[in-house]
Protein backbone atom coordinates (compact mmCIF):
# COMPACT_ATOMS: atom_id res chain seq x y z
CA UNK A 1 0.00 0.00 0.00
CA UNK A 2 1.08 3.25 -0.53
CA UNK A 3 2.13 5.43 2.61
CA UNK A 4 -0.99 7.08 3.65
CA UNK A 5 1.08 9.73 5.48
CA UNK A 6 3.06 11.07 3.14
CA UNK A 7 -0.68 12.05 0.91
CA UNK A 8 -1.75 14.15 4.22
CA UNK A 9 1.18 16.54 3.10
CA UNK A 10 -0.24 19.77 1.13
CA UNK A 11 2.65 19.97 -0.62
CA UNK A 12 2.47 17.40 -2.95
CA UNK A 13 -0.79 18.87 -4.12
CA UNK A 14 0.86 22.02 -4.45
CA UNK A 15 3.21 20.65 -6.73
CA UNK A 16 0.69 19.19 -8.72
CA UNK A 17 -1.38 22.10 -9.07
CA UNK A 18 1.91 24.25 -10.46
CA UNK A 19 1.96 21.48 -13.28
CA UNK A 20 -1.88 21.85 -13.91
CA UNK A 21 -1.17 25.51 -14.15
CA UNK A 22 1.37 25.51 -16.45
CA UNK A 23 -0.15 22.92 -18.24
CA UNK A 24 -3.61 25.24 -18.88
CA UNK A 25 -1.09 28.05 -19.37
CA UNK A 26 0.35 26.41 -22.49
CA UNK A 27 -2.56 25.08 -23.33
CA UNK A 28 -4.48 28.17 -23.72
CA UNK A 29 -1.20 30.49 -25.00
CA UNK A 30 0.04 27.19 -27.23
CA UNK A 31 3.48 27.92 -26.51
CA UNK A 32 6.06 27.08 -23.80
CA UNK A 33 6.51 28.95 -20.32
CA UNK A 34 8.32 32.03 -21.56
CA UNK A 35 12.97 30.56 -22.12
CA UNK A 36 12.70 29.11 -18.48
CA UNK A 37 12.09 25.90 -20.82
CA UNK A 38 14.48 26.78 -22.90
CA UNK A 39 13.06 25.78 -26.23
CA UNK A 40 14.22 27.97 -28.94
CA UNK A 41 11.60 29.29 -31.90
CA UNK A 42 13.52 27.74 -34.54
CA UNK A 43 13.04 24.62 -33.02
CA UNK A 44 11.08 22.43 -35.30
CA UNK A 45 7.45 21.96 -34.69
CA UNK A 46 7.95 24.61 -31.65
CA UNK A 47 4.36 25.17 -31.22
CA UNK A 48 3.20 21.02 -31.48
CA UNK A 49 5.65 20.32 -28.85
CA UNK A 50 4.22 23.21 -26.46
CA UNK A 51 0.93 21.83 -26.56
CA UNK A 52 2.28 18.29 -25.95
CA UNK A 53 4.23 19.19 -22.88
CA UNK A 54 1.14 21.35 -21.91
CA UNK A 55 -0.70 18.10 -21.84
CA UNK A 56 2.05 16.43 -20.86
CA UNK A 57 2.49 18.62 -17.58
CA UNK A 58 -1.92 18.76 -17.33
CA UNK A 59 -1.28 15.12 -17.11
CA UNK A 60 0.96 14.63 -14.47
CA UNK A 61 -0.04 17.27 -12.37
CA UNK A 62 -3.56 15.88 -12.74
CA UNK A 63 -2.23 12.16 -11.83
CA UNK A 64 -1.27 13.56 -8.59
CA UNK A 65 -4.44 14.54 -7.77
CA UNK A 66 -6.66 12.19 -8.85
CA UNK A 67 -6.16 9.09 -6.67
CA UNK A 68 -3.37 7.50 -4.30
CA UNK A 69 -2.89 5.14 -6.80
CA UNK A 70 -1.67 7.41 -10.01
CA UNK A 71 0.21 10.10 -7.48
CA UNK A 72 3.60 8.47 -7.33
CA UNK A 73 3.14 8.29 -11.46
CA UNK A 74 2.24 11.85 -12.10
CA UNK A 75 5.34 12.87 -9.08
CA UNK A 76 7.71 10.91 -11.55
CA UNK A 77 6.15 12.08 -15.06
CA UNK A 78 6.63 15.57 -13.74
CA UNK A 79 10.36 14.88 -12.64
CA UNK A 80 11.31 13.37 -15.85
CA UNK A 81 9.70 16.75 -17.89
CA UNK A 82 11.79 18.75 -15.64
CA UNK A 83 14.88 17.08 -16.29
CA UNK A 84 14.86 17.39 -19.50
CA UNK A 85 14.31 21.16 -19.26
CA UNK A 86 17.18 21.56 -16.72
CA UNK A 87 19.24 19.52 -19.12
CA UNK A 88 18.37 22.00 -22.32
CA UNK A 89 20.47 24.58 -20.31
CA UNK A 90 23.71 22.40 -20.30
CA UNK A 91 24.64 23.73 -23.41
CA UNK A 92 24.09 27.30 -22.63
CA UNK A 93 26.08 26.49 -19.46
CA UNK A 94 29.03 25.08 -21.69
CA UNK A 95 28.93 28.14 -23.74
CA UNK A 96 28.60 30.69 -21.47
CA UNK A 97 29.90 29.76 -17.51
CA UNK A 98 30.33 33.65 -17.02
CA UNK A 99 26.89 34.04 -17.11
CA UNK A 100 25.21 33.39 -14.31
CA UNK A 101 21.71 33.70 -15.25
CA UNK A 102 21.94 30.55 -17.31
CA UNK A 103 23.19 28.41 -14.14
CA UNK A 104 20.00 30.19 -12.54
CA UNK A 105 17.36 28.73 -14.63
CA UNK A 106 19.41 25.39 -14.36
CA UNK A 107 18.80 25.13 -10.79
CA UNK A 108 15.23 26.52 -10.68
CA UNK A 109 14.75 23.41 -13.07
CA UNK A 110 16.82 21.15 -10.92
CA UNK A 111 14.88 22.10 -7.85
CA UNK A 112 11.53 20.89 -9.01
CA UNK A 113 13.24 17.32 -10.29
CA UNK A 114 14.60 17.41 -6.63
CA UNK A 115 10.95 17.96 -5.39
CA UNK A 116 9.55 15.18 -8.13
CA UNK A 117 11.71 12.69 -6.60
CA UNK A 118 11.01 13.60 -2.95
CA UNK A 119 7.14 13.00 -4.23
CA UNK A 120 7.78 10.13 -5.43
CA UNK A 121 9.82 8.65 -2.59
CA UNK A 122 7.07 10.33 -0.74
CA UNK A 123 4.68 8.20 -2.02
CA UNK A 124 6.15 4.68 -2.22
CA UNK A 125 5.19 1.80 0.24
CA UNK A 126 6.74 1.53 3.46
CA UNK A 127 8.34 -1.84 2.60
CA UNK A 128 10.25 -0.64 -0.99
CA UNK A 129 13.54 -0.09 -1.34
CA UNK A 130 13.16 3.93 -1.22
CA UNK A 131 11.42 4.06 1.92
CA UNK A 132 12.92 5.99 4.08
CA UNK A 133 15.43 8.24 1.66
CA UNK A 134 13.50 11.40 1.48
CA UNK A 135 15.56 12.93 4.16
CA UNK A 136 18.92 12.20 1.58
CA UNK A 137 17.32 13.73 -1.56
CA UNK A 138 15.34 17.17 0.06
CA UNK A 139 18.56 17.99 1.71
CA UNK A 140 20.07 18.18 -2.14
CA UNK A 141 17.57 20.68 -2.53
CA UNK A 142 20.11 23.12 -0.62
CA UNK A 143 22.00 23.29 -3.47
CA UNK A 144 19.36 25.15 -5.59
CA UNK A 145 18.61 27.21 -2.46
CA UNK A 146 22.16 28.59 -2.75
CA UNK A 147 21.43 29.45 -6.51
CA UNK A 148 18.27 31.35 -5.79
CA UNK A 149 20.17 33.39 -3.11
CA UNK A 150 23.05 33.89 -6.04
CA UNK A 151 20.29 34.95 -8.59
CA UNK A 152 19.44 37.51 -6.48
CA UNK A 153 22.34 38.87 -5.60
CA UNK A 154 23.87 39.35 -8.95
CA UNK A 155 20.92 40.77 -10.38
CA UNK A 156 19.70 42.80 -7.42
CA UNK A 157 18.72 45.39 -9.79
CA UNK A 158 16.53 43.48 -11.33
CA UNK A 159 14.96 41.68 -8.38
CA UNK A 160 14.40 44.69 -6.63
CA UNK A 161 12.31 46.11 -9.60
CA UNK A 162 10.02 43.35 -9.28
CA UNK A 163 8.89 43.85 -5.23
CA UNK A 164 6.08 46.12 -4.84
CA UNK A 165 7.47 50.15 -4.38
CA UNK A 166 4.82 50.22 -1.10
CA UNK A 167 6.67 47.78 0.95
CA UNK A 168 8.51 49.65 3.69
CA UNK A 169 11.29 50.23 3.55
CA UNK A 170 11.90 49.97 -0.10
CA UNK A 171 12.51 47.37 -3.08
CA UNK A 172 16.46 47.32 -2.49
CA UNK A 173 16.15 46.12 1.12
CA UNK A 174 13.37 43.37 0.43
CA UNK A 175 15.90 42.41 -2.30
CA UNK A 176 18.86 42.17 -0.32
CA UNK A 177 16.80 40.41 2.64
CA UNK A 178 16.18 37.75 0.42
CA UNK A 179 18.92 36.72 -0.91
CA UNK A 180 20.08 36.43 2.60
CA UNK A 181 16.86 34.39 3.14
CA UNK A 182 17.57 32.45 0.64
CA UNK A 183 21.15 31.88 1.86
CA UNK A 184 20.31 31.01 5.57
CA UNK A 185 17.51 28.55 4.52
CA UNK A 186 20.45 26.50 2.33
CA UNK A 187 22.70 26.41 4.89
CA UNK A 188 20.14 24.94 7.32
CA UNK A 189 18.45 22.48 4.79
CA UNK A 190 22.43 21.57 3.84
CA UNK A 191 23.56 21.23 7.60
CA UNK A 192 20.32 20.22 9.12
CA UNK A 193 20.36 22.49 11.57
CA UNK A 194 16.59 23.98 11.94
CA UNK A 195 16.06 22.49 8.83
CA UNK A 196 12.79 22.01 9.46
CA UNK A 197 11.95 25.73 10.37
CA UNK A 198 13.81 26.99 7.60
CA UNK A 199 12.34 24.53 4.86
CA UNK A 200 8.67 26.08 5.95
CA UNK A 201 10.36 29.52 6.36
CA UNK A 202 11.35 29.29 2.85
CA UNK A 203 8.17 28.04 1.38
CA UNK A 204 5.85 31.03 2.85
CA UNK A 205 8.81 33.26 1.19
CA UNK A 206 8.09 31.75 -2.15
CA UNK A 207 4.20 31.71 -1.62
CA UNK A 208 5.06 35.64 -0.37
CA UNK A 209 6.44 36.17 -4.22
CA UNK A 210 3.43 34.52 -5.62
CA UNK A 211 0.93 36.88 -3.48
CA UNK A 212 2.40 40.03 -3.33
CA UNK A 213 4.73 40.07 -7.21
CA UNK A 214 3.15 37.51 -9.71
CA UNK A 215 -0.74 37.84 -8.63
CA UNK A 216 -0.62 41.87 -9.06
CA UNK A 217 0.99 41.44 -12.35
CA UNK A 218 -1.60 39.20 -13.40
CA UNK A 219 -4.38 41.30 -12.41
CA UNK A 220 -3.01 44.26 -13.84
CA UNK A 221 -1.50 42.69 -17.39
CA UNK A 222 -3.87 40.07 -17.91
CA UNK A 223 -3.13 39.92 -21.69
CA UNK A 224 0.69 39.62 -21.16
CA UNK A 225 1.80 35.88 -21.71
CA UNK A 226 4.63 37.00 -19.33
CA UNK A 227 2.03 37.55 -16.35
CA UNK A 228 0.25 33.96 -16.67
CA UNK A 229 3.72 32.10 -17.61
CA UNK A 230 5.56 33.86 -14.45
CA UNK A 231 2.11 32.96 -11.74
CA UNK A 232 2.35 29.19 -13.00
CA UNK A 233 5.93 28.85 -12.20
CA UNK A 234 6.23 30.70 -9.06
CA UNK A 235 3.34 28.04 -8.05
CA UNK A 236 5.10 24.91 -9.19
CA UNK A 237 8.47 26.75 -6.99
CA UNK A 238 6.28 26.90 -4.52
CA UNK A 239 5.22 23.46 -4.54
CA UNK A 240 8.70 22.04 -4.88
CA UNK A 241 9.82 24.19 -1.97
CA UNK A 242 6.47 23.12 -0.28
CA UNK A 243 7.20 19.32 -1.14
CA UNK A 244 10.96 19.59 0.52
CA UNK A 245 9.70 21.20 3.30
CA UNK A 246 6.98 18.36 4.51
CA UNK A 247 9.71 15.77 3.83
CA UNK A 248 12.10 17.35 5.83
CA UNK A 249 9.60 17.91 8.75
CA UNK A 250 7.86 14.44 8.80
CA UNK A 251 11.74 13.03 8.51
CA UNK A 252 12.13 15.00 11.70
CA UNK A 253 8.89 13.72 13.42
CA UNK A 254 9.26 10.11 12.70
CA UNK A 255 13.28 10.36 14.17
CA UNK A 256 11.39 12.23 17.24
CA UNK A 257 8.87 9.23 17.71
CA UNK A 258 11.82 6.54 17.45
CA UNK A 259 13.83 8.12 19.91
CA UNK A 260 11.13 7.96 22.16
CA UNK A 261 11.78 5.22 25.00
CA UNK A 262 9.60 2.60 25.09
CA UNK A 263 7.33 1.94 28.28
Known sequence: MINRQALSNLGIYVYGLGAIALGVIGLAWGDFATNWQRVQGNVPHREALAYITAAYELFGGVAILWRRRTAQAGAMMLAILYSIFALLWVPQILGSPQVYDVWANFFEEFSLVIAGAVAYVSLAPPDSMWAGRTAQISRLYGICVISFALEHLFYISGTASFVPK???????????????????????????????????????????????????????????????????????????????????NESRNVNRELQKPTA
Not at 168 to 193: K, N, R, Y
Not at 203 to 209: H, L, P, R, W
Open 166 to 248: WIPPGPLFWAIATAVFFLLAAIAILSGILAGLASRLLTAMIVGFEVLVWAPKLFGSPHVHFSWAGNGICLALAGGAWVVADSI
